[in-house]
C-alpha cells in the first residue's frame, strides 16, 4: 500500500466513525503514519486540518438530518458531538448561515460539505525544480525546543516562527555560529521525525559541524536550550523555497505532496527534514527545503 491509499483509507477511517470520539493519534496509529505526518500531509493535501474537516462534515450531516427528520434540535446536537443546544447552534449558524430552528422552514438554504476523496490530477504548464542530494550522517548543533502536534491542527499558528524570533531577541543563535566552517553561511531549521504514539516533535535552530570534533564552548553544553542533533546517512529532495516570507514553505510542502511523491519514484522516510537559510539571500530564495526519501524500488 503507498502513501496516498493509506491517507485515502485513514479519511475512510475517520468516516466510518464520524459520530464517535475522534483522537487524530488514533488515526494516524491505525495505518502506522506518525500524527506529525499524518496531519501535515493532510493539511497540505485537503487545505484543512483534521478537525476542521470533521467539525464541516458533522454539522453538514446534521443540517440534512434536521431537513428530513423530524428530531429535535438538542438530539441532533447531542448525536453529532456537541455538549449544548447552545454550542450546537453557534457552529450550525457559522457552517449554514442560519439558526438549527429554520433548517426546515421552506425556502432556507443550507450548506452541504461532501465526503473527501483524494485524487491525483495531472496539471499542464508547472515545473516543479527539485535535486536530489545525498549525505552521509550529520551532525549538527542547535537550540531545540519540543512542540505539541496539536499546533498542526491551529489555523494560523506561529509558534515556530515566533520561537526563531525569540532565538534571535535572546542571542542563541550566534554564539553557535563560529562552530560552522569558514565557507558554511547557514543556519538550519531542523524538524524531527514522530514516531507513532508520540504528542511532541522537536525542532530545532541549529549549525551544521563540519567534523565530529569541533570543539562546542563547554558553556553552551551545559545550558539546557543547546544540545547534539545527528541524522543518519540518508537521500534528500531537495526545493528552492521562493517568497518573501515563510508562507512559501508551507506552499512547496504541498507541492511534495500533492505533485512530486504522487508522479516520482520517491516516498517520504522517517528522518529530520530540515529548512536551509543563507545568510547571503539572493534570487529570491527564502530558503531551501531538505525532505527525506527514499526510492519505492
Known amino acids: 500500500?503507498?502513501?496516498?491509499?493509506?491517507?485515502?483509507?485513514?479519511?475512510?477511517?475517520?468516516?466510518?466513525?464520524?459520530?464517535?470520539?475522534?483522537?487524530?493519534?488514533?488515526?494516524?496509529?491505525?495505518?502506522?503514519?506518525?500524527?506529525?505526518?499524518?496531519h501535515r500531509a493532510f493539511r497540505f493535501m485537503s487545505g484543512m486540518t483534521l478537525n476542521t474537516y470533521i467539525r464541516n462534515r458533522r454539522l453538514s450531516m446534521a443540517g440534512q438530518e434536521l431537513l428530513e427528520t423530524d428530531k429535535k434540535v438538542i438530539d441532533v446536537a447531542m448525536k453529532y458531538g456537541f455538549e449544548s443546544q447552545d454550542g450546537f447552534t453557534k457552529a450550525f449558524t457559522r457552517f449554514h448561515g442560519v439558526a438549527p430552528k429554520y433548517a426546515r422552514t421552506a425556502g432556507t438554504k443550507l450548506v452541504m460539505f461532501h465526503r473527501l476523496v483524494i485524487k491525483v490530477s495531472l496539471e499542464g504548464g508547472k515545473k516543479i525544480d527539485y535535486r536530489i542530494e545525498r549525505r552521509g550522517r550529520q551532525r549538527f548543533f542547535a537550540v531545540v525546543r519540543?512542540?505539541?502536534?496539536?499546533?498542526?491542527?491551529?489555523?494560523?499558528?506561529?509558534?515556530?516562527?515566533?520561537?526563531?524570533?525569540?532565538?534571535?531577541?535572546?542571542?542563541?543563535?550566534?554564539?553557535?555560529?563560529?562552530?560552522?566552517?569558514?565557507?558554511?553561511?547557514?543556519i538550519y531549521g531542523l524538524?524531527?521525525?514522530?514516531?507513532?504514539?508520540?504528542?511532541?516533535?522537536?525542532?530545532?535552530?541549529?549549525?551544521?559541524?563540519?567534523?565530529?570534533?569541533?570543539c562546542v564552548d563547554e558553556t553552551l553544553l551545559k545550558t539546557k536550550e543547546y544540545r547534539y542533533w545527528e541524522t543518519e546517512p540518508c537521500a534528500y529532495v531537495v526545493f528552492r523555497c521562493m517568497g518573501e516570507n515563510g508562507d512559501c514553505i508551507a506552499e512547496t510542502w504541498e507541492r511534495f505532496y500533492k505533485e512530486f511523491l504522487p508522479q516520482s519514484g520517491y516516498e517520504s522516510c522517517v528522518e529530520s527534514d530540515y529548512e536551509v537559510y543563507f545568510e547571503d539571500k539572493k534570487d529570491g530564495v527564502f530558503c531551501e527545503l531538505w525532505i527525506p526519501v527514499k526510492s519505492r524500488k
Open 191 to 214: 524538524c524531527a521525525p514522530l514516531k507513532e504514539q508520540e504528542t511532541y516533535f522537536e525542532y530545532g535552530i541549529g549549525v551544521l559541524l563540519h567534523n565530529e570534533t569541533t
Open 146 to 186: 519540543a512542540f505539541p502536534t496539536e499546533i498542526i491542527e491551529e489555523e494560523g499558528n506561529h509558534e515556530i516562527s515566533d520561537f526563531w524570533e525569540e532565538c534571535y531577541a535572546k542571542n542563541l543563535i550566534e554564539p553557535i555560529k563560529a562552530l560552522r566552517c569558514k565557507e558554511e553561511g547557514r
Open 1 to 38: 500500500m503507498n502513501w496516498m491509499e493509506m491517507l485515502q483509507k485513514a479519511i475512510d477511517y475517520v468516516e466510518d466513525h464520524l459520530l464517535e470520539e475522534i483522537h487524530f493519534e488514533e488515526v494516524a496509529e491505525q495505518f502506522h503514519l506518525s500524527p506529525y505526518e499524518f
